[in-house]
C-alpha cells in the first residue's frame, strides 16, 4: 500500500496536479560544511542527517548568506537580501527594526493554500514590535526564541552588552522551559505538532536549531555530559563539546523523521535540512565548526561562509538517491515549495528565487546561472557567481578570516550501521528507500570535495584588488585569475555594478534603549510597542 501511495504521489506532482506534500524545514544554525558524515567526516557521526542524505539529494552546489538574519530573510522572501534592506549583519535584539512589512513572506503563502504552518526555534527576523512577530508574519504557533543566539539550558541571551530571557511561547514568555536543554524543547515540540496535526491538511514545519550557535560568555558551547564525554578523544575541549552539540542536532532529525512515519505523513512529504551559513570554525564567534577543506568562516564570502551543508529528502522525488550538482540558493526554496504545494508562481513578482522542482526532481539543468552571495558597502564586501566564475571584491574583518580552518575529520572509518539503525534510517526504510550498502559508500565519494591538486596556486588579496576564481575547477579558492583572465575580470566586475544598482539601503538602525531587557524583567520584549518604563514582562 506504501509504495502504491508513492507511486500516486508522484505521477500526480510530475504532471502538474497539485498533491499538497507536508513541507518540513530543519534548519542548523552555524553548522560547517564538514561537520556532518555526508561529506566526508569520520569525526562527528550524524547517522540520521546522512539518511536522509543516502535515500535524498546531496545539494553539492547549494548557497546561502554567510550570517543568519540575511540568510532567513532569503529563505522566507525569495529575494537576495540586498533586495531586502538586510544584507548588513544581523538584527540585534535591542534593534528597532524587522524584515520590512511589506514582504510576504512562504507560511502566508502557504496558509492560502490550506497549510497549517509551525515555527520552533529561532526567529531573528525582527521582534520590536508585535506586527513583525512571527505569529503576524504567516505562522499559527511558535515555540522558541526571537534573538539571535541563547544559552541552551538557561534560554538567556548576553549579545552586544544586553543580557535577558528570550524563550517564547506564542507572545508569551516560556519560563517553564528554564532549565530544559533547548534541543530537546524543540525536538519534543515539533513531535507533538505531528501527532497532533488533522491529516485532512497539509503541514508546514519548521525547526529553526539553536545547534551549533555558540551561547553566552560564561560557557559557549553546551551540550549534556555524557555526550561530551563520548568525544574525550578528541584533542580541543570546545571540539568536543560541539560534537556533542551536533550529535544532539542530529538525534532530533532522527526523531522528528521517526514522528512522520509514524503518523503516516513521510511518504508525502518534502524534507529540507539546511544550514542556514557556513560554520564558525577555528575560534570565530568562539565556536569550533569546521568547513575543510573550504575556504573561510561564517559571515565572509568564501566558499567556507556562503557554501551550505544541506539535503532535500522526498518521497516525491523522481531520480533519487543521488549527488544533486544544480546550482542552487536558498531564496529558490520559496518558488520551489509553492510549486510543489500546487501554488501558481506566474503570481510571483520581483524575487530573486527559481522554481527548481523539476531540476531537482528530474536531474535536468538548473535555471539559475548567477549567485549574488552578498553586496554589503558597509563591510566593503562583495562577492557574485556567474557560471563557473567567482568574483571577491573585498572582504570582512581586514582579512584575518580569509583563511583555511580545520579540522579535516578524516580520521578513523565510516559506521554506516549507525545510519541503517538509527531513528530515520528505521523509518526511511519502512517506505523502502535506503539503497544498499555499496550504493551509499559511492555516494559519500561523490560528495566529498577534493581540493585540485594540479592547479598552481596564485595569492589573493582582495582588500587590495578583485579576485576571480573558476570555482568549479577550484572549489577551494586557491587560484586568482584575476592576471590572467582580465576580461573576465571586467565582465565580473561589471555584473556586480549592475548588481548593485538594483539593491536597495540597508535597513540597520541604531540601538534603542528602550530594548535593553533590563527595563523588562531582564526578558526580550516587543519594545517597540510601549515606553518606558514598564514592568511587566510579559510585554505582547
Excluded at 507560511?107 to 515555527?119: I, M, N, R, V, W
Excluded at 564570502?301 to 551550505?308: D, K, N, T
Excluded at 541503517?420 to 528507500?433: D, E, Q
Amino acid at each position: 500500500m506504501t509504495r502504491l501511495l508513492l507511486t500516486l504521489s508522484l505521477a500526480s506532482l510530475c504532471c502538474g496536479e497539485v498533491t499538497k506534500p507536508n513541507i518540513i524545514l530543519i534548519i542548523a544554525d552555524d553548522l560547517g560544511w564538514n561537520d556532518v558524515g555526508f561529506h566526508g567526516s569520520n569525526q562527528i557521526p550524524t547517522p540520521n542527517i546522512d539518511a536522509l542524505a543516502w535515500s535524498g539529494l546531496v545539494l553539492q552546489n547549494y548557497y546561502v548568506p554567510p550570517i543568519c538574519t540575511p540568510s532567513r530573510s532569503a529563505l522566507m522572501t525569495g529575494k537576495y537580501p540586498i533586495h531586502t534592506g538586510m544584507q548588513h549583519f544581523v538584527i540585534l535584539g535591542d534593534e528597532p527594526r524587522g524584515l520590512p512589512l511589506t514582504e510576504k513572506l512562504l507560511p502566508q503563502y502557504l496558509k492560502e493554500l490550506g497549510y497549517s504552518t509551525h515555527l520552533v526555534g529561532k526567529w531573528h527576523l525582527g521582534s520590536y514590535k508585535k506586527e513583525y512577530l512571527p505569529l503576524n508574519r504567516g505562522f499559527d504557533t511558535h515555540l522558541g526564541f526571537w534573538t539571535s543566539a541563547i544559552d541552551f539550558y538557561d534560554h538567556t541571551s548576553f549579545y552586544f552588552d544586553t543580557w535577558g530571557y528570550d524563550f517564547r511561547r506564542g507572545f508569551q514568555v516560556a519560563h517553564d522551559l528554564f532549565g530544559v536543554y533547548a534541543t530537546d524543547v524543540y525536538t519534543d515540540e515539533a513531535i507533538k505538532l505531528i501527532r497532533g496535526h488533522n491529516s485532512s491538511g497539509r503541514l508546514f514545519l519548521v525547526v529553526a536549531h539553536s545547534a551549533v550557535h555558540s551561547g553566552n560568555p560564561y560557557e559557549f558551547l553546551r551540550a549534556p555530559d555524557d555526550l561530551i564525554a563520548n568525544f574525550s578523544h578528541l584533542p580541543d575541549r570546545q571540539r568536543q563539546k560541539y560534537a556533542a552539540m551536533v550529535t544532539k542536532l542530529d538525534e532530533s532529525v532522527g526523531k522528528v523523521i521517526e514522528a512522520l512515519q509514524q503518523r503516516g505523513m513521510l511518504e508525502n512529504s518534502i524534507v529540507l535540512f539546511t544550514t542556514d551559513n557556513g560554520g564558525a570554525a577555528a575560534g570565530f564567534d568562539n565556536n569550533a565548526g569546521s568547513n575543510y577543506p573550504l575556504k573561510g568562516v561564517k559571515n565572509t564570502l568564501w566558499e567556507g561562509g556562503v557554501r551550505g551543508a544541506a539535503i532535500l529528502w522526498s518521497p516525491l522525488l523522481a531520480k533519487k538517491p543521488r549527488v544533486a550538482t544544480q546550482r542552487l540558493h536558498i531564496a529558490d526554496w520559496l518558488p520551489t515549495f509553492l510549486h510543489a504545494a500546487g501554488g501558481n508562481i506566474s503570481n510571483l513578482e520581483n524575487i530573486d528565487g527559481v522554481n527548481q522542482w523539476m531540476a531537482l526532481s528530474e536531474d535536468l539543468v538548473s535555471e539559475r546561472k548567477s549567485i549574488v552571495h552578498n553586496i554589503d558597502d558597509i563591510f566593503g564586501s562583495a562577492s557574485i557567481t556567474v557560471e563557473q566564475w567567482k568574483l571577491h571584491k573585498g572582504t570582512n574583518y581586514n582579512g584575518v578570516w580569509d583563511d583555511w580552518y580545520g579540522p579535516s575529520g578524516r580520521e578513523g572509518s565510516y559506521d554506516v550501521d549507525l545510519v541503517l539503525t538509527g531513528y530515520a534510517g528505521r523509518a526511511i526504510n519502512k517506505l523502502g528507500l535506503i539503497p544498499p550498502v555499496d550504493k551509499i559508500f559511492s555516494l559519500r565519494e561523490a560528495s566529498i570535495i577534493k581540493c585540485n591538486s594540479s592547479i598552481v596556486p596564485i595569492a589573493c588579496n582582495p582588500l587590495l584588488a578583485p579576485c576571480l576564481f573558476n570555482i568549479e575547477e577550484d572549489p577551494c579558492e586557491i587560484q586568482n585569475l584575476a592576471d590572467v583572465e582580465p576580461s573576465i575580470l571586467t565582465q565580473m566586475l561589471d555584473e556586480l555594478e549592475r548588481v548593485n544598482r538594483t539593491a536597495v539601503a540597508p535597513n540597520n538602525k541604531a540601538k534603542d534603549p528602550r530594548g535593553d531587557p533590563k527595563y523588562w524583567g531582564r526578558v526580550y520584549t516587543n519594545f517597540g510597542d510601549y515606553a518606558l518604563p514598564h514592568t511587566s514582562a510579559d510585554c505582547t
